[in-house]
């Protein structure tokens, strides 16, 4: 019998909001396809069309709304253009991490809600002389989070 027979939660990480997604879409044409008929006597899947992108459409979304307004392109070698958009997307969004933003000034609900926190709201533990507990912020919107654990 193992000594630690009780399984607990422990990747906190994942259960916080990932601060950007990026929302897409894709219009594919479904072109037919010819081919010769299968042998009849085994089964087969006979393709009939494929799906070809002409289109799609994304929006970059964070915590605080839009980062900014859709992007809709519509023509020749549309994954490609797909993929080169989001390396761009990516290159924005990684600008913004370089730049963590300070904390705001806690309101007065926050600054109470902090100053009675006896536990972690992210593991829940509770606080003690060694694990005392410190403001966790957002650091893409300076917004207060809760009231965490200092480690
Ligand atoms: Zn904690």
Same mark, same amino acid.
């Given at each position: 019998?193992?000594?630690?027979?009780?399984?607990?939660?422990?990747?906190?990480?994942?259960?916080?909001?990932?601060?950007?997604?990026?929302?897409?879409?894709?219009?594919?044409?479904?072109?037919?396809v010819y081919s010769c008929h299968p042998n009849s006597d085994k089964s087969y899947t006979e393709a009939y069309q494929k799906h070809e992108p002409i289109s799609f459409s994304y929006y970059v979304a964070s915590a605080t709304g839009f980062l900014k307004a859709p992007f809709v392109y519509r023509g020749p070698n549309a994954p490609q253009v797909f993929m080169e958009r989001m390396k761009i997307e990516?290159?924005?969004?990684? #600008?913004?991490?370089k730049n963590p933003l300070l904390m705001d000034p806690l309101t007065n609900d926050e600054q109470k809600a902090f100053q009675q926190a006896n536990h972690c709201y992210l593991c829940q533990q509770v606080f003690t002389? #060694?694990?005392y507990k410190v403001r966790d912020h957002d650091h893409q919107t300076g917004k207060f989070r809760g009231t965490a654990c200092n480690t």
């Open positions: 019998m193992p000594e630690d027979k009780w399984l607990s939660f422990k990747n906190i990480k994942h259960t916080m909001r990932v601060p950007y997604v990026i929302y897409a879409d894709f219009e594919c044409l479904t072109v037919p990516a290159k924005t969004i990684q #600008e913004l991490y002389k #060694e694990n």
